[in-house]
């Protein structure tokens, strides 16, 4: 199969990536290792879209219009849910089943080819990839290839391409899940008291102090998160499949315990029950690419503007170096900050570009990038970037 853009990964990052690539005309590929498209945003049930807007202000303002507009106006509509704003910052509330059916219906519209449960397993400069599915290998030649696996997955293959991060600085994983059958307004002190109780009582345990839960904006629905160490069995590695598989069973393991809980100690929990698990486990960050230019946290504070700017990053530092909550740092006088395009652009190597959460930065300009509205945006301008080149460059 010989295409003209190679899209790894239909996360936030991809499916924008693909979507602009084939409209500006190109032939473009989407291999994707699920069944379905938003990455995080659907597999992991991340529920809240953050980073669309500009910091501050009396009003929601897309900070990059595009693609991130037109998923912010599907959304909308198809959930009926508004931007909110959350002290400095505005959010838009998302829904997972919604996120997967836009997502469908953008890639069909723009007539991207898509290849759903094919992962890729190898990439060649050239550019030469195989992906497999069920067992079988397939074979992509392409032009240009973008990755947007989140996991820098094209990067493991050109060995040595990957940015690390100590494993104790790692932003921690969680675990969300659908809870229904919750009568009542959902009060989030009252229940995080309840699980106080609970584990002073010994009918919970310690990691159950990291579950929480917000409206879905759904009637009688619910999302529980629960924010984990990684170390349920060992030193976090977010690309371990050991350590995956201890964060996906003490997930499951500790939420159930805590909707237990709460169904015989809550009031209006007496009918509760999960009533969908994710995926996957939600991973904030593993891998990331080195590019030409590698973004910092500190320019991220500044404001920091590039002459090769491709899109604006506006989500404070939302770090999470402990499941204990985040700690955020905002941008200082400046509602956002420019991502150059070097930070997408795979050092060393010609028409390879990277998007989302494992483009070019370092750890704490992660803390603010990896949000599924900037994803739109990155993917967008590596989408535009390997049809039509980088701006001011060959
Ligand atoms: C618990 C949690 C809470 C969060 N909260 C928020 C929030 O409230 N708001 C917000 O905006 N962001 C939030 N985030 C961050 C955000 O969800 C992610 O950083 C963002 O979705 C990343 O998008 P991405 O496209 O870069 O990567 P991903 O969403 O990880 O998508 C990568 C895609 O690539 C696919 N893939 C990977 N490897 C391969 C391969 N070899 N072959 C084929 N396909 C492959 C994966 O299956 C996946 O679909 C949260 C993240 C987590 C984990």
Redesign the pocket.
């Known amino acids: 199969m010989k295409v003209d853009v190679l899209v790894?990964?239909?996360?936030?990052?991809?499916?924008a990536a693909a979507v602009t690539a084939a409209r500006t005309g190109a032939r473009t590929l989407l291999?994707?290792?699920?069944g379905l498209?938003?990455?995080?945003?659907t597999?992991?049930l991340?529920?809240?879209?953050?980073?669309l807007y500009l910091l501050d202000g009396d009003r929601a303002e897309i900070a990059n219009p595009g693609i991130s507009s037109e998923i912010a106006e599907r959304m909308e509509r198809a959930t009926g849910l508004g931007p909110v704003k959350m002290g400095r910052v505005w959010?838009l509330p998302q829904h997972p089943v919604e996120f997967a059916s836009l997502s469908d219906r953008l890639i069909r519209e723009a007539g991207v080819d898509l290849l759903f449960h094919?992962?890729?397993?190898s990439l060649e400069p050239g550019w030469r990839a195989e992906?497999v599915c069920r067992g079988a290998r397939r074979v992509i030649e392409a032009d240009s290839v973008i990755d947007?696996?989140?996991?820098a997955?094209g990067a493991e293959f050109l060995m040595g391409a990957a940015e690390p991060t100590e494993a104790v600085r790692l932003q921690r994983?969680?675990?969300?899940c659908g809870v229904q059958g919750v009568s009542g307004e959902l009060n989030s002190l009252e229940l995080s008291g309840r699980i106080v109780e609970g584990m002073r009582a010994g009918a919970l345990t310690k990691a159950a102090l990291g579950m929480h839960f917000r409206a879905s904006g759904r009637a009688g629905e619910i999302f529980g998160?629960l924010?984990l160490s990684g170390e349920e069995q060992g030193a976090y590695d977010p690309t371990d499949p050991a350590c995956l598989s201890a964060i996906e069973v003490a997930g499951r393991e500790v939420a159930s315990q805590v909707v237990a809980y709460l169904r015989d100690h809550q009031r209006g929990w007496g009918g509760a029950y999960i009533a969908h698990w994710p995926i996957r486990?939600?991973?904030?960050e593993s891998r990331r690419w080195r590019g030409r230019a590698t973004l910092t946290g500190e320019e991220v504070l500044a404001g920091a503007t590039h002459e090769d700017d491709v899109a604006w990053a506006t989500?404070p530092l939302e770090l999470r170096e402990t499941n204990r909550g985040p700690k955020l740092r905002y941008l200082k006088d400046a509602r956002a900050a420019g991502i150059p395009a070097g930070a997408l652009q795979a050092d060393g190597f010609e028409r390879l570009f990277v998007?989302?959460?494992?483009l070019s930065c370092d750890h704490e300009a992660q803390a603010s990038i990896?949000?599924?509205?900037?994803?739109f945006a990155t993917?967008e301008a590596a989408g535009r970037m390997a049809v039509e080149g980088v701006p001011g460059g060959s």
């Open positions: 790894i990964g239909g996360g936030s990052a991809g499916l291999v994707e290792r699920n498209l938003g990455g995080m945003g597999a992991a991340v529920h809240t879209f953050c980073g959010v094919s992962e890729l397993v992906v947007a696996s989140g996991d997955v994983p969680a675990y969300v998160t924010d486990a939600g991973v904030r989500w998007a989302g959460r494992c990896r949000v599924m509205g900037t994803c993917g």
